[in-house]
């Protein structure tokens, strides 16, 4: 049976993808090769890999803006490092409100000095902090929209004067936002648009070349997109599985498209946390991620029978991570309303039997 997934990463992605990717392995545009096989400097995967870039800047609408697409390896992990490396010369603002941000703030102390704008931590990040001051004179603002372990997204972000970072990790491609107001975003592929092995980095070619530092090659915005990220051999078949993911994306209406649903899915479930007896919500209201509900039982001593409820009904991937406990249910695009409707016909039904 399948399962309805709810995993927070890597997880659920359109099943179409699955398809096509699955028959791309035994062969590939009917090459009589797998994708798993052919050269990335043949032209079937240039082709794989500049229209993965170009479907990019036109779902973000970021077309003839100066914006470089690039798919790297390291994960967002490796992003904590490289935003730093190619752009802290003096000092640098960060928004520490999840384990994410943190991580950020721990790898970019290495390279200069970092000034936390703005913190929850004092509350187990379960808001996002607002009210902050901006200083002046930041080399750039480090931000996460989507906090997928808390369960907290940035509704509306900081308008500054210095470059503009975001950890998109989690909801990139999920709803609506002038996306021109960041100076550079990256994701780690597994959580909204492919497997893991590949991280998105779209950036603003002229924030770039500004830092005294030597930078190793690999680790320099400017040498990948040099080489339109095949300075190395790339993850073929994460960026083509993203890429597969992206125009499912298109053909769906885009980024407002999926937008709406998201909305329903969340709106869906964050009620039935409200409204039923027996469970209680994690985050703030008002601060809400439309990808990762957390949640937990009023009533811990119905975690058996709730866990034997949801499981029995093909749910996956609903554990809370362990620094908040109880549940987590993660809606990322490719999750459907009638995945949501599911696991809320549990929740009630663990209310009418409780
Ligand atoms: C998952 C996640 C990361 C870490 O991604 P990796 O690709 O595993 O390094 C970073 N930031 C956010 C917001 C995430 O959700």
């Given at each position: 049976?399948k399962?309805?997934?709810?995993s927070?990463?890597?997880?659920?992605?359109p099943?179409?993808?699955f398809k096509e990717?699955s028959?791309?392995?035994l062969?590939?545009?009917d090459?009589?090769l797998s994708?798993?096989e052919?050269s990335?400097?043949?032209?079937?995967?240039v082709?794989?890999?500049?229209?993965?870039?170009?479907?990019?800047?036109?779902?973000?609408?970021?077309?003839?803006?100066?914006?470089?697409?690039l798919?790297?390896?390291?994960?967002?992990?490796?992003?904590f490092?490289?935003?730093?490396?190619?752009?802290l010369?003096n000092k640098?603002g960060?928004?520490?409100?999840?384990?994410?941000?943190?991580?950020a703030i721990?790898?970019?102390?290495?390279f200069?000095?970092?000034?936390?704008?703005?913190?929850?931590?004092?509350a187990?990040?379960n808001?996002?902090?607002?009210?902050?001051k901006?200083?002046?004179?930041?080399?750039?603002?480090h931000?996460t929209s989507?906090?997928?372990?808390?369960?907290?997204?940035m509704?509306e972000?900081?308008?500054?004067?210095?470059?503009?970072?975001?950890?998109?990790?989690?909801?990139i491609?999920s709803?609506?936002?002038?996306f021109?107001k960041?100076?550079?975003i990256?994701?780690?592929a597994?959580?909204n648009?492919?497997?893991?092995?590949?991280t998105?980095v779209?950036?603003?070619e002229?924030?770039l070349?500004?830092?005294?530092?030597?930078?190793?090659?690999m680790?320099?915005?400017?040498?990948?997109?040099?080489?339109s990220?095949?300075f190395?051999?790339?993850p073929a078949?994460?960026?083509?599985?993203?890429?597969?993911?992206?125009?499912?994306l298109?053909?769906?209406g885009g980024?407002s498209?999926?937008?709406k649903?998201?909305e329903?899915?969340?709106t869906?479930?964050?009620?039935e946390?409200?409204?039923?007896p027996?469970?209680?919500g994690?985050?703030?209201?008002?601060?809400?991620?439309?990808?990762?509900?957390?949640?937990?039982?009023?009533?811990?001593?119905?975690?058996?029978?709730?866990?034997?409820?949801?499981?029995?009904h093909?749910?996956?991937g609903?554990?809370?991570?362990?620094?908040?406990?109880g549940?987590r249910?993660?809606?990322?695009?490719?999750m459907t309303?009638?995945?949501?409707?599911?696991?809320v016909?549990?929740?009630?039904d663990?209310?009418?039997?409780?």
């Amino acid at each position: 049976m399948k399962k309805h997934n709810f995993s927070a990463g890597p997880c659920i992605l359109p099943q179409d993808v699955f398809k096509e990717a699955s028959q791309s392995i035994l062969d590939f545009n009917d090459s009589g090769l797998s994708i798993l096989e052919i050269s990335h400097r043949s032209k079937d995967f240039v082709d794989v890999m500049d229209e993965a870039r170009s479907l990019v800047l036109e779902l973000l609408n970021l077309e003839g803006k100066g914006y470089k697409v690039l798919y790297l390896q390291g994960g967002a992990s490796m992003q904590f490092l490289m935003t730093a490396y190619n752009l802290l010369e003096n000092k640098a603002g960060y928004f520490n409100t999840g384990t994410w941000s943190a991580k950020a703030i721990k790898e970019a102390s290495a390279f200069g000095e970092v000034i936390e704008v703005a913190s929850s931590k004092d509350a187990n990040y379960n808001y996002i902090p607002k009210g902050y001051k901006i200083p002046k004179g930041l080399d750039y603002l480090h931000c996460t929209s989507n906090n997928t372990i808390f369960g907290t997204q940035m509704k509306e972000f900081p308008k500054v004067d210095s470059p503009l970072i975001c950890d998109m990790s989690s909801d990139i491609f999920s709803r609506q936002l002038d996306f021109s107001k960041f100076d550079l975003i990256y994701a780690g592929a597994q959580k909204n648009m492919g497997p893991a092995g590949t991280t998105l980095v779209v950036v603003k070619e002229d924030i770039l070349g500004k830092v005294s530092r030597q930078i190793p090659s690999m680790l320099d915005y400017q040498v990948h997109i040099s080489k339109s990220s095949m300075f190395n051999t790339p993850p073929a078949f994460a960026v083509y599985t993203s890429m597969l993911t992206l125009r499912w994306l298109k053909k769906l209406g885009g980024i407002s498209a999926i937008e709406k649903l998201n909305e329903k899915k969340a709106t869906l479930l964050y009620s039935e946390i409200d409204l039923n007896p027996l469970f209680k919500g994690f985050a703030a209201t008002e601060d809400r991620s439309h990808m990762n509900a957390t949640f937990s039982l009023v009533n811990e001593d119905l975690k058996e029978t709730f866990d034997a409820m949801w499981q029995e009904h093909g749910i996956n991937g609903l554990n809370g991570h362990r620094s908040v406990g109880g549940y987590r249910a993660s809606m990322y695009n490719a999750m459907t309303i009638e995945g949501i409707a599911v696991l809320v016909d549990v929740m009630s039904d663990l209310e009418r039997k409780a």
